[in-house]
């Protein structure tokens, strides 16, 4: 679950998101779950999409251009159509960007 992110990890992976151009970032994230490994280059960001670990960008992009899990929880406006959402997604969602369902931020 997202509470096993890192604020660190859970910022830097927002920010990707959004550069990426996912609408609502804060949901990519916490349904992805983005981890750190060690690469060559450094440490980066991937995430599991489908049983196959993948960059975060190119899991965001994933997400976005036709994952049928995720796509379909958006309405055309852009905003989140809470009856699509599973209990896990909803959960998450709640812990990371209550603002998406209507409800106070935490903060």
Excluded: Y
């Amino acid at each position: 679950m997202s509470s096993s992110i890192s604020p660190d990890v859970m910022e830097k992976a927002v920010r990707l998101a959004q550069e990426a151009g996912a609408c609502h970032a804060e949901t990519v994230v916490a349904l992805l779950e983005p981890f750190e490994q060690a690469t060559g280059a450094g440490t980066s960001l991937f995430a599991n999409v489908n049983g196959e670990v993948v960059p975060f960008e190119a899991a965001v992009a994933k997400t976005r251009d036709g994952n049928a899990v995720l796509s379909p929880l958006f309405r055309p406006g852009g905003k989140l159509d809470v009856r699509r959402l599973s209990h896990k997604q909803f959960l998450a969602i709640r812990a990371t960007a209550p603002e998406l369902l209507g409800l106070r931020s935490k903060g």
